[in-house]
């Protein structure tokens, strides 16, 4: 037997104050889109968001409301009148926003919609009808047939053109709900391709989120690849295609780069398991955007300045410097697409230090000195910076690249992050000596110098050369020398 399609009640309670507005103002309100096709599928989200649309008046519509529930408000579109009013209702954070009419009537609305899978709608009047929803839902291009068959389909061959967004979301979409993309989509996001140029860095970044938030980022990056969509999103891609690397590596830059990808998600499967690991990967760093997801980023991005660095030496292809490269290109995407202050500085240095694990390696027995400086320089992004390199090392197999090494490898990178967790759980050491001690000590000026001398100790410390004030001012004596 069918389950019956209703909003709960907490839902209803909210659209209710929402439809007594509507009416008391003799407006008609239409429940469309997202909320009516997770609905089918029976998708709940930790924090709802519900889209009404209306023939006009949805800007002052939506003021009024907000003034009324004593929620936030922001016009989304004023040319379109679009509006957003945001609330927090217990410990959910509810989304309502609002549009006019883009057509003269409901049946032109909702040829204006993406997908077929979206131009649902209901009248918001029949939500508190005691019938089964899913017998009202207005349905003109066949979306719950396609919600059926998995399917995404544009409602319009202009689709696209109306909104170049709309190529990434159909790809979001199909790896977030594991629905197929139709063949005409396929044309037309070809076709299109271009026109995502146009788009701002903030919707591009929004929609490439929604993708690295699943666990199919790579089967849906590769997809796009296939089209050379995702070049138009990170031009740096093209330069990085059909570059060999070596006997060390069976891939060129770039398929390496998405093989990184698909050995980070294969990590993640199991990272997850592990509590510590599962809490860092899930931390947001700005909005809802998790370090697990940006980490995805990183795997696209660490060899990006490989192009550029590129000689050839003796019959051997080298990238020396190739990760101060990468750490100016991965700025410049950084601008691009609009990242938060704290995402750039954690992608710029993850870049940056991505070869350090396997530096440390090649060691059998790496110093003290050089994994305190490792802990030191790569901060808060020390383990996704292991992370990141098992993923690129497991992506390296080349002629050359022996077991032995390869073992070596994922033993030292283990053994830092158990080191690393450990040591998140102690209580951090306060240092022995601070700059106003120096300074009296030995007659010296406020300066750099201080500074400098400040890290050397703190080093000696962390190594355990030295161990209480005695010994760090004789150590900082001879530094100073």
Same mark, same amino acid.
């Given at each position: 037997?069918?389950?019956?399609?209703?909003?709960?009640?907490?839902?209803?309670?909210?659209? *209710?104050?929402?439809?007594?507005?509507?009416?008391?103002?003799?407006?008609?309100?239409?429940?469309?889109?997202?909320?009516?096709?997770?609905?089918?599928?029976?998708?709940?989200?930790?924090?709802?968001?519900?889209?009404?649309?209306?023939?006009? $008046?949805?800007?002052?519509? $939506?003021?009024?409301?907000?003034?009324?529930?004593?929620?936030?408000?922001?016009?989304?579109?004023?040319?379109?009148?679009?509006?957003?009013?945001?609330?927090?209702?217990?410990?959910?954070?509810?989304?309502?926003?609002?549009?006019?009419?883009?057509?003269?009537?409901?049946?032109?609305?909702?040829?204006?919609?993406?997908?077929?899978?979206?131009?649902?709608?209901?009248?918001?009047?029949?939500?508190?009808?005691?019938?089964?929803?899913?017998?009202?839902?207005?349905?003109?291009?066949?979306?719950?047939?396609?919600? =059926?068959?998995?399917?995404?389909?544009?409602?319009?061959?202009?689709?696209?053109?109306?909104?170049?967004?709309?190529?990434?979301?159909?790809?979001?979409?199909?790896?977030?709900?594991?629905?197929?993309?139709?063949?005409?989509?396929?044309?037309?996001?070809? *076709?299109?391709?271009?026109?995502?140029?146009?788009?701002?860095?903030?919707?591009?970044?929004?929609?490439?989120?929604?993708?690295?938030?699943?666990?199919?980022?790579?089967?849906?990056?590769? $997809?796009?690849?296939?089209?050379?969509?995702?070049?138009?999103?990170?031009?740096?891609?093209?330069?990085?295609?059909?570059?060999?690397?070596?006997?060390?590596?069976?891939?060129?830059?770039?398929?390496?780069?998405?093989?990184?990808?698909?050995?980070?998600?294969?990590?993640?499967?199991?990272?997850?398991?592990?509590?510590?690991? /599962?809490?860092?990967?899930?931390?947001?760093? /700005?909005?809802?955007?998790?370090?697990? /997801?940006?980490? =995805?980023?990183?795997?696209?991005?660490?060899?990006?300045?490989?192009?550029?660095?590129?000689?050839?030496?003796?019959?051997?292809?080298?990238?020396?410097?190739?990760?101060?490269?990468?750490?100016?290109?991965?700025?410049?995407?950084?601008?691009?697409?609009?990242?938060?202050?704290?995402?750039?500085?954690?992608?710029?240095?993850?870049?940056?230090?991505?070869?350090?694990?396997?530096?440390?390696?090649?060691?059998?027995?790496?110093?003290?000195?050089?994994?305190?400086?490792?802990?030191?320089?790569?901060?808060?992004?020390?383990? $996704?910076?292991?992370?990141? /390199?098992?993923?690129?090392?497991?992506?390296?197999?080349?002629?050359?690249?022996?077991?032995?090494?390869?073992?070596?490898?994922? %033993?030292?990178?283990?053994?830092?992050?158990?080191?690393?967790? *450990?040591?998140?759980?102690?209580?951090?050491?306060?240092?022995?000596?601070?700059?106003?001690?120096?300074?009296?000590?030995? %007659?010296?000026?406020?300066?750099?110098?201080?500074?400098?001398?400040?890290?050397?100790?703190?080093?000696?410390?962390?190594?355990?050369?030295?161990?209480?004030?005695?010994?760090?001012? *004789?150590?900082?004596?001879?530094?100073?020398?």
């Amino acid at each position: 037997m069918k389950s019956k399609l209703e909003f709960n009640l907490q839902d209803k309670k909210i659209l *209710k104050i929402i439809y007594n507005c509507a009416t008391s103002r003799k407006l008609k309100l239409y429940l469309v889109g997202g909320i009516l096709r997770d609905l089918i599928l029976q998708r709940k989200k930790a924090n709802p968001d519900f889209d009404f649309c209306l023939k006009s $008046g949805a800007l002052n519509f $939506g003021r009024q409301l907000a003034h009324k529930l004593g929620a936030g408000f922001v016009i989304l579109d004023e040319v379109h009148a679009a509006c957003r009013v945001v609330k927090k209702i217990r410990n959910q954070i509810y989304t309502f926003d609002f549009t006019d009419f883009r057509a003269l009537n409901l049946e032109g609305d909702l040829r204006h919609r993406d997908f077929t899978i979206n131009a649902l709608a209901l009248k918001l009047e029949d939500v508190f009808i005691n019938k089964d929803l899913g017998s009202l839902i207005i349905d003109l291009y066949s979306g719950r047939a396609d919600l =059926k068959s998995k399917i995404i389909r544009v409602t319009s061959a202009d689709s696209f053109r109306e909104d170049p967004l709309r190529i990434l979301r159909a790809f979001s979409f199909g790896c977030r709900l594991d629905f197929q993309l139709d063949k005409e989509v396929l044309f037309l996001a070809k *076709k299109n391709k271009h026109l995502l140029a146009t788009v701002s860095g903030e919707r591009i970044r929004d929609e490439l989120f929604k993708i690295f938030d699943t666990q199919q980022a790579y089967t849906c990056l590769t $997809g796009l690849d296939k089209l050379k969509i995702l070049e138009i999103i990170f031009p740096e891609i093209k330069p990085m295609r059909k570059i060999g690397q070596g006997p060390y590596h069976h891939l060129d830059v770039w398929q390496h780069t998405l093989e990184t990808l698909r050995q980070f998600e294969m990590l993640l499967e199991s990272a997850k398991q592990k509590p510590e690991m /599962s809490n860092y990967l899930n931390a947001e760093l /700005s909005g809802s955007r998790s370090r697990g /997801s940006l980490l =995805k980023l990183v795997c696209l991005l660490h060899d990006i300045g490989k192009p550029k660095a590129l000689r050839r030496e003796k019959r051997k292809i080298i990238f020396h410097g190739h990760e101060r490269i990468g750490l100016g290109l991965t700025r410049i995407v950084c601008r691009r697409l609009k990242l938060a202050n704290d995402e750039s500085r954690s992608l710029e240095r993850m870049v940056l230090w991505h070869l350090r694990p396997g530096y440390l390696a090649s060691n059998v027995n790496p110093s003290e000195r050089a994994i305190f400086r490792y802990f030191r320089d790569t901060g808060q992004d020390a383990l $996704g910076v292991l992370l990141l /390199s098992l993923a690129d090392q497991r992506a390296t197999k080349g002629p050359l690249t022996t077991a032995l090494s390869r073992t070596r490898h994922e %033993k030292i990178v283990k053994a830092l992050v158990r080191r690393l967790f *450990k040591k998140n759980q102690e209580k951090s050491v306060p240092r022995i000596l601070d700059g106003n001690d120096l300074m009296r000590k030995f %007659k010296l000026p406020p300066g750099r110098f201080i500074g400098q001398l400040l890290g050397k100790l703190e080093e000696a410390q962390g190594i355990g050369k030295i161990k209480n004030k005695f010994e760090a001012f *004789k150590f900082a004596k001879k530094l100073i020398k």
